[in-house]
């Protein structure tokens, strides 16, 4: 499986389109049982492996209100792996997040507030 989804991500040269254009919006950019399957684990995301987050409890780049996932979850970190494949060689931050009614995130850039390699 993981040889099959390094191949259809290697068709993007995502360095070259943000080079060129700067931000790049790819559409269905994973194999359709790839989607499926990541569609199926975040579903079955258990109430405790979810962690609040919110401007009060954390440091304050953004005002927000939503939930993140907690750490170790193989079955995202199998996904985030996934995902890394679209840029290469890289050093990633992904994180598995749930809004429900009433959470919000105001605009921000975390690179403005983030030390980047």
């Known amino acids: 499986c993981y040889a099959k989804v390094s191949r259809w991500m290697s068709k993007y040269n995502l360095s070259k389109d943000l080079t060129e254009n700067g931000l790049v919006k790819i559409?269905?950019?994973l194999p359709p049982f790839v989607a499926d399957g990541i569609e199926e684990v975040l579903k079955h995301v258990t109430t405790h492996q979810w962690d609040k987050r919110d401007s009060e409890s954390e440091y304050n780049v953004a005002f927000h209100k939503f939930f993140a996932t907690k750490q170790n979850i193989p079955?995202?970190?199998k996904i985030i792996?996934?995902?890394s494949l679209l840029y290469p060689h890289r050093v990633h931050s992904?994180?598995?997040s749930c809004y429900t009614q009433g959470d919000y995130i105001t605009p921000h850039d975390d690179k403005a507030y983030q030390n980047v390699l």
């Open 27 to 29: 559409s269905n950019f």
């Open 94 to 96: 992904f994180q598995a």
């Open 75 to 77: 079955e995202i970190d």
């Open 81 to 83: 792996r996934v995902i």
